[in-house]
């Protein structure tokens, strides 16, 4: 809870005062705010910072959720951050102690298994602690599973789903009902993450054809026919992939471009020599000498995204040894080689590297596995193996300490300051329309911190805090969902002054230079002042 509860709360720090955000919440929390405060005020669901626009190319189930129980009464920001982590934590813990049981029906165990859910994070502090000689930092490089679940709620409530899915396998009684509750989890993880859905539907898919194909050939079908419409239910639902495939294929086929990051980049396990003998065998065609390299990279990319996780793979290779794997090891064994596959050679449009998402089922599907060694070595009688076990425990904690060090540390990443805040509470009040924002420069990083939202990141605070759609706002996000923006970020870029008869509301920081104030230059006769204070000026335009 120290990673999300403190976000989105009214503090001071000397003179800053504000709502403050820590970590990825700074960009990542407002957009889900912007969505759950504008998207659904039409239908179609409108894109939040992008006029014009509807909302496609994006699972917004988590979202719409927010913006149910806002219906109630409750504020979203306090959803975000304070009401859906208990839930989450509550229920997430529960299918976490069903699900152990179910394995080994042990309080040890049961223990074990919750500890590494929570607790074990990559092996990136033995890159810190070798080059630096201090962990400093080391939770924020690399995956770290805790950071991920409290900084990407939809990722969280995913993985509640996929516990579901886990436990509905374990209990091998796959009926009519039962198949209409898998489709339906499985719909409900599509709505949640898109990455989650494609792991969910292999691990369904292959635990049905493992059990039915050749056994019950009419239950098969049946389960996989229900699967297949529940899919096709939530692609049509949630992604509009017509309209998403407009800008080109969402994938492509880069085998191991993030695996090469690991030995490729100077702040990670830098292998020079390693990887100029890579691309020069390359250049001569596949062969020997380059598959043991690939092969390499990928151990030293496991080994340390996976941390402690890793070793599971040896409880694995043990358990084939020893014939001990049934149906459900089977079905979660190929969908942890699924998602490690699909993470190291695919790469996505607009951020390349965003398919390590799903990469993030297979850190949480490996768990499994490093719970049930970890168990068998305190449980076995040798004193050896008890201490191999201990220092499984320990080597699992350090990136855990430092997350508590990065989240303890104040102020946080960002704020919005007070007069922002009432600027926009005022804002909100007015009749709805299109808000034209300052287009975000790179150069205000170089404020002192800590930096007002505006000068954080490009996001989309304005509607998120307003409830209004904005003109034009966070461009990775419109990357990301396939609208083609360029032509109106260009109009923003040489302050056409024709932007204003396309929008009702101007929001100025005063602080900016006078030439990236759009008002100011192009002097318009039908604008008047509406609010203003130390930090902020909004015109409408009549």
Not at 50 to 59: F, K, P, R, T, V
Not at 63 to 83: E, M, W
Not at 196 to 219: H, N, V
Not at 520 to 539: G, Q, R, V
Request: positive net charge; charged residues 15%.
């Amino acid at each position: 809870m120290l990673l999300i509860f403190p976000s989105g709360t009214f503090y001071c720090f000397t003179n800053a005062c504000g709502i403050n955000f820590w970590g990825v919440h700074g960009h990542d929390a407002i957009w889900h705010l912007a969505i759950t405060n504008v998207s659904f005020q039409k239908f179609p669901f409108i894109a939040p910072t992008y006029a014009g626009q509807s909302l496609y190319g994006y699972n917004y189930l988590f979202d719409f959720f927010s913006y149910l129980v806002a219906k109630v009464g409750f504020s979203p920001i306090f959803i975000y951050f304070k009401l859906f982590p208990v839930i989450w934590f509550v229920i997430f813990t529960v299918l976490l102690i069903v699900l152990a049981r179910k394995i080994k029906d042990s309080s040890l165990f049961v223990g074990i298994f919750l500890f590494f859910n929570y607790f074990a994070g990559s092996f990136y502090y033995l890159i810190k602690l070798y080059r630096e000689g201090n962990i400093n930092d080391s939770s924020t490089q690399l995956p770290q599973p805790v950071m991920l679940m409290m900084s990407n709620p939809p990722y969280a409530f995913s993985l509640i789903f996929l516990l579901l899915l886990l436990v509905l396998i374990k209990n091998r009684r796959i009926n009519l009902k039962t198949s209409l509750v898998i489709g339906f989890t499985v719909f409900t993880i599509m709505g949640l993450k898109f990455y989650g859905g494609a792991i969910s539907i292999f691990l369904t898919g292959i635990y049905l054809t493992l059990a039915y194909l050749l056994k019950d050939l009419k239950r098969y079908l049946v389960s996989i026919l229900i699967l297949g419409i529940f899919t096709l239910l939530s692609v049509i639902f949630f992604y509009n992939p017509t309209q998403s495939l407009k800008s080109g294929s969402i994938f492509g086929f880069a085998p191991f471009a993030l695996v090469h990051t690991i030995t490729e980049m100077p702040n990670q396990f830098y292998l020079q020599n390693l990887t100029d003998a890579r691309y020069y065998l390359v250049e001569h065609g596949v062969g020997p000498r380059l598959i043991g390299i690939e092969a390499l990279n990928l151990t030293i990319f496991l080994f340390f995204y996976l941390g402690t996780r890793f070793f599971g793979f040896f409880y694995i290779f043990y358990l084939f040894l020893k014939r001990k794997l049934n149906l459900f090891d089977f079905s979660v064994i190929l969908t942890i080689c699924f998602s490690i596959l699909l993470s190291i050679t695919l790469v996505q449009k607009a951020e390349w590297w965003n398919t390590i998402q799903f990469f993030y089922y297979a850190i949480f599907l490996s768990t499994i596995y490093l719970a049930r060694l970890t168990y068998s070595l305190i449980t076995a009688k040798k004193i050896l193996f008890k201490l191999i076990a201990i220092l499984i425990l320990v080597l699992s904690i350090p990136t855990s300490y430092d997350m508590v060090k990065f989240y303890l540390a104040t102020p946080g990443a960002t704020y919005l300051p007070k007069e922002e805040l009432e600027a926009l509470e005022f804002l909100k009040k007015q009749p709805q329309g299109v808000v034209l924002t300052p287009l975000y420069k790179n150069e205000w990083k170089n404020l002192t911190n800590p930096k007002p939202l505006y000068a954080y990141e490009d996001t989309a605070y304005v509607a998120a805090f307003s409830n209004k759609q904005e003109y034009f706002a966070n461009e990775l996000q419109l990357r990301l969902t396939g609208v083609a923006y360029e032509k109106r970020l260009e109009k923003l870029r040489q302050m056409d002054c024709s932007i204003l008869k396309e929008v009702n509301y101007v929001y100025e920081i005063k602080q900016l230079r006078d030439e990236d104030k759009i008002v100011m230059k192009c002097n318009p006769a039908n604008i008047k002042t509406i609010y203003h204070n130390k930090k902020i000026i909004i015109y409408t335009l009549l």
